[in-house]
Nanobody
Framework: QVQPVESGGGLVQAGGSLRLSCAVS????????MGWYRQAPDKQRELVAQ???????YYVDSVKDRFTIGRHSAKNTLYLQMNSLKPEDTAVYYC???????????WGQGTQVTVSS
């Protein structure tokens, strides 16, 4: 079972940028799917962005044109580039890794992103 490890969270002013990274064991380019979820206080965890093995991506409407999900080949990491951040993006962000479609995925421990107004 893979164990994602996130990094890159922090405090930023509205309009700023952050880049999250997720490291896992195994070749992430062969993984069925990887994604970023977030959970704000008193809210349900939501899928923010996802990338599947063929490179296809999905974004929740609220982050389209501001966030970019990708895979860094040299570092074998998943990243989430977040630009034009808004206070409503404040949440704990979790990396999710699903090596194959037939097995359960794994969650990282989460990294806090706080956007001040």
């Amino acid at each position: 079972q893979v164990q994602p490890v996130e990094s890159g969270g922090g405090l930023v002013q509205a309009g700023g940028s952050l880049r999250l990274s997720c490291a896992v064991s195994g070749n992430i380019f062969s993984f069925a799917a990887m994604g970023w979820y977030r959970q704000a206080p008193d809210k349900q965890r939501e899928l923010v962005a996802q990338i599947i093995s063929d490179g296809s991506t999905y974004y929740v409407d609220s982050v389209k044109d501001r966030f970019t999900i990708g895979r860094h080949s040299a570092k074998n990491t998943l990243y989430l580039q977040m630009n034009s951040l808004k206070p409503e993006d404040t949440a704990v962000y979790y990396c999710y890794a699903k090596p194959t479609w037939s097995e359960a995925g794994s969650w990282g421990q989460g990294t806090q992103v706080t956007v001040s107004s």
